[in-house]
């Protein structure tokens, strides 16, 4: 089946630093992808949805100056965290949508101290 | 607008008894449904997916799911029970076959006790 990675899958990061997490589809083509966001034990919110060579679409509630989302082809999407805090400690997982189904990373789990 | 309800957000059974995962979904729409499973740490893994073609589903590692429009309803079962099943699952719909984004449940923890 199709592949889809995530670097780092884990990250510790300080107050006030930005971390960026790629995605990418390992042996398709992403026309979509998608990034999630899961607190511990809860399920996963979708926070953006981005397209190749456009802008990512948010959901409400999102701060999109926070969480930048480039999709600059067809096989990377990059999630970049701004001025970490705290708060933005989570998982996050990112999935690619091919032809006919999405595909789910590995997630990420960012810490910011 | 859709919505996905996971009725037990934890589910104890014991090993080789049956499982029993229930979600129920609000759509105006025919949706797509899928099951994930989530080991801890981990991403998640399809277990199956319904797309409006027979409504028992099998899926991989034992699990099976039956969609019913009438109880709006896709409840994940397994006849036996096995350790390697204890994790998080997740029930999830889409407007399509899945390429668009997915609206999770609150998941359900599967505890299997020996």
């Known amino acids: 089946g199709a592949v889809v990675s995530q670097h780092p899958s884990r990250v510790i990061c300080k107050s006030g630093t930005s971390v960026k997490i790629e995605c990418r589809s390992l042996?398709?083509?992403?026309?979509?992808m998608f990034w999630y966001r899961q607190f511990p034990k809860k399920s996963l919110m979708l926070m953006a949805t981005s397209n190749e060579g456009s802008k990512a679409t948010y959901e409400q509630g999102v701060e999109k100056d926070k969480f930048l989302i480039n999709h600059a082809s067809l096989t990377l999407s990059t999630l970049t965290v701004t001025s970490a805090h705290p708060e933005d400690s989570s998982f996050y997982i990112c999935?690619?949508?091919?032809?006919?189904?999405?595909?789910f990373g590995p997630g990420t789990r960012l810490t910011v101290t | 607008a859709q919505s996905v309800t996971q009725l037990d957000s934890h589910v104890s059974v014991s090993e080789g008894t049956p499982v029993l995962l229930r979600c129920n979904y609000s759509s105006s729409y025919s949706p797509s449904l899928f099951w994930y499973v989530q080991h801890p740490n981990k991403g998640l893994q399809l277990l199956l997916k319904y797309t409006s073609a027979a409504t028992l589903v099998k899926g991989i590692n034992g699990f099976e799911a039956e969609f019913k429009k009438s109880e709006t309803s896709f409840h994940l079962t397994k006849p036996s029970a096995h350790m390697s099943d204890a994790a998080e699952y997740f029930c999830?719909?889409?407007?399509?076959?899945?390429?668009?984004?997915?609206?999770f449940g609150s998941g359900t923890r599967l505890q299997v006790q020996p």
């Open positions: 042996d398709f083509q992403a026309t979509t």
């Open positions: 999830a719909s889409s407007m399509d076959t899945g390429r668009r984004a997915l609206t």
């Open positions: 999935s690619a949508s091919g032809t006919s189904e999405q595909y």
